[in-house]
């Protein structure tokens, strides 16, 4: 029943490394979300989509590319992994008629060694 | 300079202490203001939420918006140790992005 689930929860990989982030919400919302929380809780917008249409694109090096296959999944796919891609990400959901109601996932966190 | 800022703390109260979390702010086309509760390991969940200035209160949560100071508040009453977690401010105009303070971590102690 959980609302919006992310894979995996934890992942360790070596610099220079690809690697993709999962993101499924059975809420029905239309807008899905990346954040990005640092080691001092920050947390900051990556991507947004709307019906998998991107529709905030912050500024985030190319080597990440955020792909909606339809409405309930968002991915996130990190190419040549850095030391400072280190972090947790979030993915969140939101129904376009709530201005509020926002709903993160439990993260992942990503250490690259 | 970052759009919001929070204190990130950490905050240690003992527990009853009333607790007040503040945010500032320097874009003035922010209208829609968040509290958000994160536990450990957790994902944020929302805690209170208000439009433009004014007060709201729920339980033991009171939330303050001032937009002429460009500062939101959050008051916690009677505070318990099950309120020990990290609490982010967000805030967001009309673009639709939602910008977060940096959190404060909050520790009630028994």
């Known amino acids: 029943d959980t609302a919006v689930s992310q894979t995996p929860k934890y992942l360790v990989t070596q610099m220079g490394n690809d690697k993709s982030i999962k993101c499924e919400q059975n809420?029905?919302?239309?807008?899905m979300y990346w954040y990005k929380q640092d080691s001092k809780k920050f947390l900051k917008i990556m991507f947004s989509?709307?019906?998998?249409?991107?529709?905030i694109n912050e500024t985030v090096p190319n080597r990440f590319s955020p792909k909606s296959p339809d409405k309930a999944h968002l991915n996130l796919h990190i190419n040549s992994l850095e030391l400072g891609d280190s972090a947790v990400y979030f993915c969140a959901s939101r129904n376009d008629g709530s201005v509020y109601g926002y709903t993160f996932g439990s993260g992942t966190r990503l250490t690259v060694v | 300079q970052k759009e919001v800022e929070q204190d990130p703390g950490p905050l240690s109260v003992p527990e009853g202490a009333i607790v007040s979390l503040n945010c500032t702010y320097s874009?003035?086309?922010?209208?829609?203001f968040m509290w958000y509760r994160q536990y450990s390991r957790k994902g944020p969940e929302l805690l209170m939420y208000t439009y433009s200035s004014g007060n709201k209160e729920d339980g033991r949560f009171t939330a303050q918006v001032d937009k002429s100071s460009k500062y939101i508040s959050l008051f916690i009453r009677d505070s318990q140790p099950s309120d020990s977690a990290t609490y982010l401010c967000?805030?967001?105009?009309?673009?639709?992005?939602?910008?977060f303070g940096q959190g404060t971590t909050l520790q009630v102690k028994p």
């Open positions: 967000a805030m967001k105009g009309n673009t639709g992005k939602l910008i």
């Open positions: 809420l029905g919302h239309d807008t």
């Open positions: 874009n003035s086309a922010f209208q829609y």
């Open positions: 989509y709307n019906n998998k249409e991107l529709i």
